[in-house]
């Protein structure tokens, strides 16, 4: 008997090989709507429905679908192709951001009842976002419409949705992995068991006997360069301390071999039988002891590799003061001091590292984004290039490292990133594409890498544990006499931007704060851990945690509002930020909104009812902090685009930034059609593909709208008095009789149509473009408030959270629905650092959670509705008045929290998450103490 089963409609009679599960077997047939997000039915991205009702198609083995009804998100619409309600509730409310996770929540929420729909935390525990917050998807599934479509010209400040919101909720968005490649190869890693030892030996022979095995590389294929995984513009920036592969394992998880075969399953049978004989070598885990005398060296490498002190395993360090902290602290009435931790924290991406690697014949580009299979072998590799479609925020400084590695000119290699399922920095690295691209080029065959959930744990990146000792001194008034941190950051066992986060995490934190006396003493030390990375806030989260947890309690020492402390020592207006590691000239308060944001928690505070909600005898407590970030990275940040006038009458931005539900692509179109008098749906946009588009250092750094769109908007600006000039020459009428529009030139009572501009051009040989170029420098400040009401069960460490109020200082906003989007997911991604989120490794550095139900995300019943207020400011120095938004709301969550916990329950918590049995264990010990006394 022959396997049927219906998928959207259509009957397939292929059967499923033994074991398979329904999502393989959908995405192997083209249905790319189905996501991978997590192997293990925690996220929901795989949702489908069978026979009308969800379920999560990662766990549901294929054969059982036979002779059933398959609906994935693609076949949600009706049959004339108009949107399914869900669809369109979604596209209207923009529920979604990086929207990797938005196909499975469509086929869940279309699925519920009316009475299923009145428990969406419920309803919706199967399904995960890291992106929004839940707002925007709570919205779209009660209807609510954020998307406006204003007139021509007039799209800046408006609510726009993302121009690929269609392609998102139908499912036809391609994400890296959304691709059908001909005969593509997959690569499978195999993973150190120690945390550090040397190879003293590896037999590959039983490997490659396993059927469907092409190739299995070691550290004898592997380069001898070093090199790091981070990218930054300016590569100095990072440590040289890594091999593509090495003879050195530093840390369980590092890859020892790869694999490739015809199969993943063939890879990694080919994996198992890997034969390595290791020499086990001595390891620290612990920074303060990896700093000691006589602990093991990680990095005994020259200094060519940039490393500080690599004899006492110091990647990175910094020292400096301003003034006498000995003497600010004599002169204080008041000095607080403690020590804080800060956890490693996983990015949880939904959609995982990897690439696809393949061959075109050179200087034949295909369309952005489009993979083929190598050409004849008779053309030679010579004749063609290498393609990397790759999850990056870098695709430019990917391109420009694999380059380096492996001698290619840059001709040769191009680096595609399509639309990017999440990264809040943890794809500013090279993970994946420099081995997949040394196989292919060894095989000349297109090569496939993708992480699976386990490996983003094992294999990728965290957050920075730091520990942080503050020290603050105060006058009886308030005024702050001196500020000192010690600052160690575990960099774990490679420095991937260690030095450079370290360097961070002191800056703002610090520099908001009038002192004379300030003292820096930092550490980036290596450990055999996993390594650690770029994380949303780049340091400046851990040590806000600490220094605003510390004014807290120094406000409670002084008797004073820790709101006045603040207000009292805060820099103000056209100040600069002093701190003990010298002033970074470039960068400045271009505008100043922090009185507003602290304006923010003040009304919150006055106006607040929200303790009523507390059950009766929990704990009630409410707490705020601060932060403050530079709107781009120091050292320059650099944007190159390209704005021009289309035959159709219609324009086309090009821009190297990649999209990863940051908005950019959404802004930049409205920036442009600003400048030229249009609508949106009027421009398109070519962007993260190095062959389309001109330089882009990439999608970090909060560079997306301030360093990227100012390109844009001088190309735009440019362009619109090109076309305007060329026009009047061609109308011979002033040039001031003549106005854009959306579809024309208004030229004193005659009115012609772009289309024949573009004719008129081309017939003269003139082409109707402009370039635009910022480097990323001089750059402004933003500002964040946070404040919570919370309740604490006394009986169980249970705590909810009462209200939360943010306080945003953006500058000129350019689409708010947009931006509180990122307000509210940067919050509930610090939630879930402050409550639950942690990366714990054992005694031998090995990573325990490594899956969601082991690593809890925060869910849609985790996550509260946060009010987002924005300051009214306009920025002196980013595009029209605009500043970055994209980090900072993730710094004051975490302190803010804190201090609502010390206030409610009057222990002072200095290491997140603040757990329930923690927060219980605390508060039994506090009531034991007083039964003893």
Not at 809 to 820: E, I, K, L, W
Request: charged share 20%.
């Amino acid at each position: 008997m022959s396997f049927a089963m219906h998928v959207n409609g259509r009957p397939t009679g292929v059967e499923p090989r033994p074991g398979q599960c329904l999502r393989t077997y959908l995405r192997e047939r083209g249905w790319f709507g189905v996501k991978k997000g997590c192997d293990a039915g925690d996220c929901g991205a795989c949702t489908v429905q069978v026979d009308g009702a969800p379920v999560h198609s990662c766990l549901y083995p294929a054969a059982r679908a036979e002779g059933r009804s398959v609906t994935t998100v693609e076949g949600l619409a009706g049959p004339d192709g108009e949107l399914h309600p869900m669809q369109q509730r979604f596209l209207d409310a923009q529920g979604f951001q990086c929207g990797f996770c938005t196909a499975g929540f469509l086929m869940t929420t279309s699925a519920l009842d009316e009475e299923q729909l009145t428990d969406l935390p419920r309803s919706l525990k199967g399904n995960l976002c890291r992106c929004t917050g839940y707002r925007a998807i709570e919205d779209a599934i009660n209807g609510v419409r954020h998307t406006e479509e204003p007139d021509p010209g007039h799209a800046v400040g408006r609510n726009l949705g993302a121009p690929a919101g269609p392609q998102v909720v139908t499912g036809t968005a391609r994400y890296t992995f959304d691709v059908e490649v001909p005969g593509l190869l997959h690569m499978k890693l195999l993973r150190s068991p120690h945390p550090h030892a040397r190879i003293l030996a590896i037999d590959t022979a039983a490997a490659l006997r396993v059927p469907g095995v092409h190739l299995v590389l070691t550290h004898h294929d592997a380069p001898e360069r070093l090199y790091s995984s981070a990218r930054h513009e300016h590569p100095t920036e990072d440590p040289d301390d890594t091999r593509v592969l090495d003879d050195v394992v530093r840390f369980v998880g590092q890859r020892v071999a790869a694999v490739v075969a015809d199969s993943e399953a063939a890879a990694e049978e080919g994996c198992r039988r890997i034969v390595v004989e290791y020499q086990q070598l001595p390891y620290v885990l612990d920074p303060e002891e990896a700093m000691a005398p006589g602990a093991p060296v990680l990095h005994p490498k020259g200094p060519e590799s940039r490393i500080a002190r690599p004899e006492n395993n110091v990647c990175g360090e910094a020292h400096g003061e301003l003034g006498s902290v000995e003497q600010g602290f004599a002169e204080a009435d008041v000095v607080y001091e403690e020590t804080f931790r800060t956890q490693r924290v996983q990015h949880a991406s939904l959609e995982t590292h990897g690439c696809v690697v393949t061959f075109e014949p050179a200087g034949q580009p295909g369309e952005a984004g489009q993979l083929g299979e190598a050409g004849e072998a008779g053309g030679g590799a010579g004749e063609e290039r290498i393609v990397v479609r790759s999850s990056t925020q870098v695709p430019f400084l990917t391109r420009r490292a694999l380059c380096a590695l492996y001698d290619l000119p840059m001709e040769k290699v191009r680096v595609v990133a399509g639309r990017v399922g999440g990264g809040f920095g943890g794809k500013q690295e090279m993970l994946t594409e420099d081995i997949a691209v040394l196989a292919a080029m060894r095989l000349h065959r297109p090569v496939k890498l993708e992480f699976t959930r386990a490996e983003q744990f094992h294999g990728a990146t965290t957050r920075h544990p730091f520990l942080i000792t503050v020290k603050l001194g105060a006058k009886r008034d308030g005024t702050l006499t001196a500020i000192r941190f010690r600052v160690v950051s575990n960099t774990g066992a490679y420095g991937n931007h260690g030095p450079a986060v370290m360097f961070h995490s002191v800056g703002e934190s610090m520099g908001v704060y009038r002192a004379p006396n300030k003292k820096v003493e930092a550490y980036s030390v290596y450990t055999n851990g996993v390594p650690a990375g770029a994380f949303r806030g780049y340091g400046l989260g851990q040590v806000t945690f600490a220094v605003e947890s510390a004014m807290d309690e120094l406000a409670r020492r002084l008797g004073i509002d820790p709101l006045v402390l603040r207000e009292k020592n805060i820099i103000g207006p056209g100040e600069h930020m002093e701190g003990p590691l010298g002033e970074e000239e470039d960068l400045h308060i271009a505008s100043y909104g922090l009185d507003q944001c602290l304006g923010v928690v003040r009304e919150a505070l006055a106006n607040d009812t929200s303790a009523e909600l507390a059950p009766e005898g929990w704990l009630v407590g409410q707490g705020f902090a601060m932060a403050a970030i530079a709107c781009g990275p120091p050292g320059g940040h650099i944007a190159d685009a390209t704005v021009r006038l289309l035959e159709d009458g219609g324009y086309d931005i090009a821009v190297g930034t990649a999209e990863f539900g940051n908005g950019t692509t959404t802004v930049h179109r409205q920036i442009a059609a600003g400048a030229l008098g249009t609508t949106v749906d009027r421009i398109t946009v070519r962007q993260s593909d190095t062959d389309v588009v001109r330089h882009d250092t990439g999608a970090f750094g909060s560079a997306g709208t301030v360093v990227a769109g100012k390109a844009v908007m001088q190309a735009a600006n440019a362009l619109a008095e090109r076309l305007l000039t060329f026009t009047a020459e061609y109308a011979r009428t002033p040039r001031s009789l003549l106005r854009l529009g959306a579809d024309a030139v208004e030229c004193h009572g005659r009115t012609i149509t772009l289309k024949e501009v573009f004719e008129a051009a081309r017939g003269k040989g003139v082409e109707l473009a402009a370039d635009g170029h910022f480097g990323g420098s001089p750059r402004s400040i933003a500002f964040n408030s946070q404040w919570f009401r919370i309740a604490v069960d006394p009986d169980t460490g249970e705590i909810r959270i009462l209200r939360s109020v943010h306080g945003a200082d953006a500058g000129r906003v350019m689409n708010p629905m947009q931006c509180r989007g990122q307000v509210e997911g940067g919050v509930a991604q610090a939630l879930g650092a402050t409550l639950f989120e942690r990366v714990l490794l054992d005694e031998h550095g090995e990573v325990t959670t490594a899956a969601f139900r082991r690593y809890r995300l925060p869910a849609y019943a985790d996550v509260p509705r946060t009010e987002v207020h924005f300051s009214t400011t306009s920025d002196a120095i980013g595009p029209l008045g605009a500043k970055s938004m994209s980090e900072s709301p993730f710094n004051p969550v975490a302190p803010a929290f804190a201090n609502a916990l010390r206030d409610a329950t009057g222990i002072r918590f200095t290491d997140p998450p603040f757990l329930r049995d923690q927060v219980w264990q605390a508060l039994a010990e506090r009531r034991g103490s007083h039964y003893s006394e």
